[in-house]
């Protein structure tokens, strides 16, 4: 073989060589490229998942304080107002019965007994009297009254009652509640969980994932596609339902809360001027037997008043 011949056919050679190694290099710097973009459009999504989470638990944390504090308001509103008429009228009956001790200072055996008998009644530290009922029904400290009852169930540091539950619903640090899956699902560090998922899915660090298997030349780039928008379309619409039960149960647990709050608040006002008007009648029947005239007196809540 000549010289010149040998010599073109090295030419040839390193140009076919050249041929194939250039296009490769670009081939590579546009792939990585892609695996970049996937990875960063990624922490874009999480970013504004996670932001849009915090926001929603942010919320719904005041909305329950607000509620909270429109509960307790209402209840010290309510303790008050029945705490003060109970002072006026053991007032004004201890002024009356002293008035009516000096008016039948020499009255017979019977109706110094009378007497007796009204002070008993009118003394709300005397077990059973009528007083002592209303007195005992308006207490907050007393195991099982009318307003015990409520104060419990406003109570978010009493177990199990209607605040505790909606307090615990809300919670993200609580086990197993509402929020605490809420929080996990969009959580890319908690095991298994669809965010969890995801990230590993973008990544091509990830044993096994789309993007280390085109990485490491094992599937093609039309496949590491395919396969990722498969998954990433599966996570997100797993988050999505996810998230939106969650957000279902945690409205579901602010409304059912506020209903029962109301109901009881309301069945508690009416309970209590319930007890009022029997204390007050049996006093007012006990005086008019003593005197022919009984007490008067108007109800203690105007009807817009009994709402919550």
Sequence with gaps: MSFFRKSLL????????TAVLVPAGAVHAADQKWINQVWSDYKAFNKKTVDTYNKYQARIEQDYKRFNDKSQAALDELERKVLEDQEHWVQLLNDDYEALSARYADGSLNMRNQLMKYNRYINPGHMGSPMYNYARQANIGML??????????LN???LNSYMWTYREAINPASLNSSAFKFKN??????LNSAMYKLRNASSSSSLNSPMWKYKMGRISKTAAKNEYNKLF????????QSNAVRKKEIADMASS???K???????TVLSLEEQREKTLQS????RKEITGEGLEWEPLFEEDEIKF
């Design 10 to 17: 090295i030419m040839c050679s390193l140009l076919i060589a």
């Design 144 to 153: 099982n009254s009318t307003m015990w009852k409520l104060d419990k169930e």
């Design 156 to 158: 978010d540091a009493f």
């Design 185 to 190: 699902t969009v959580n890319e560090s908690y």
């Design 233 to 240: 379309k599966k996570y997100t619409t797993e988050m999505s």
């Design 257 to 259: 809360t506020q209903k």
């Design 261 to 267: 709050v109301e109901q009881l608040y309301i069945q």
């Design 283 to 286: 006093i007012s029947d006990l």
